[in-house]
């Protein structure tokens, strides 16, 4: 069956420039996460949606990181004026019921975003 | 509050050879541990998990971790490496009653020479 899928695989964008990267986790999957993993570095905790509820947006870095997900499905990462500090790999995964029950986390290929 | 480190950033290792790769975590909450693999040009996949019961845990490709509540590691083993065992590997903790939220490590990069 389909993965978790992101959009686009590659981005390349200005300083100061918005940017939207999209997510599309596994169908039925009610748990759904943001990371992003700089270059030799590990995978840095963004955001958790888990169904209805309020996200957890405890490790967005700045007001500047924002992230939906309508009807619990597909959800947009935007990263408002871009620095470049901000280059990294964006990562989604998405799971059954959340790591609160111990459910693996897929993955996604990942979007490698870069700020010039 | 939770944290995962993993104790080494690379290990250089010879085909055939034995492994372990550490992996000490902090939390104050009972604990759910993950390892993940991503191969070169890949994506994350999950090793293994411990989650309760058994202290050993298998998982795929013959990797094995040993969960040690007194000492707070969850060290991932392979008996004898392969060349297509070259990847970073990830250990991640998450807690019963953190509504979700995984900690990773920082990785290491495990490298099998022949």
């Known amino acids: 069956g389909a993965g978790v899928s992101q959009s686009p695989s590659n981005k390349v964008t200005e300083k100061g420039k918005d940017v939207e990267l999209r997510c599309d986790p596994i169908s039925g999957h009610t748990a759904l996460y943001w990371y992003r993993q700089s270059l030799g570095q590990g995978l840095e905790f963004l955001i958790y949606?888990?169904?209805?509820?309020?996200?957890?947006k405890s490790g967005l870095p700045s007001d500047r990181f924002s992230a939906e997900r309508t009807g619990g499905s597909v959800s947009t990462l935007t990263i408002q004026r871009t620095q470049q500090e901000d280059s990294a790999v964006y990562l989604c995964?998405?799971?059954?019921?959340?790591?609160?029950?111990?459910?693996?986390?897929?993955f996604g290929p990942g979007t490698r975003l870069t700020v010039l | 509050a939770q944290s995962v480190t993993q104790l080494d950033s690379q290990v250089p290792v010879f085909e055939e050879a034995p492994v372990e790769l550490r992996c000490n975590y902090s939390?104050?909450?009972?604990?759910?541990l993950f390892w993940y693999v991503q191969y070169p040009n890949q994506g994350l996949q999950l090793l293994l998990k411990y989650l309760s019961g058994s202290t050993l845990v298998k998982g795929i490709n013959g990797f094995e971790a040993e969960f040690n509540k007194s000492q707070t590691s969850f060290h991932l083993r392979k008996p004898s490496v392969h060349i297509s065992d070259t990847a970073e590997y990830f250990c991640a903790v998450s807690g019963y009653t953190n509504a979700g939220k995984s900690t990773f490590g920082d990785g290491t990069t495990l490298t099998v020479k022949p």
């Open positions: 939390s104050s909450v009972s604990v759910y």
């Open positions: 995964a998405s799971s059954s019921s959340g790591t609160t029950f111990g459910d693996e986390q897929f």
């Open positions: 949606f888990q169904g209805n509820s309020a996200p957890d």
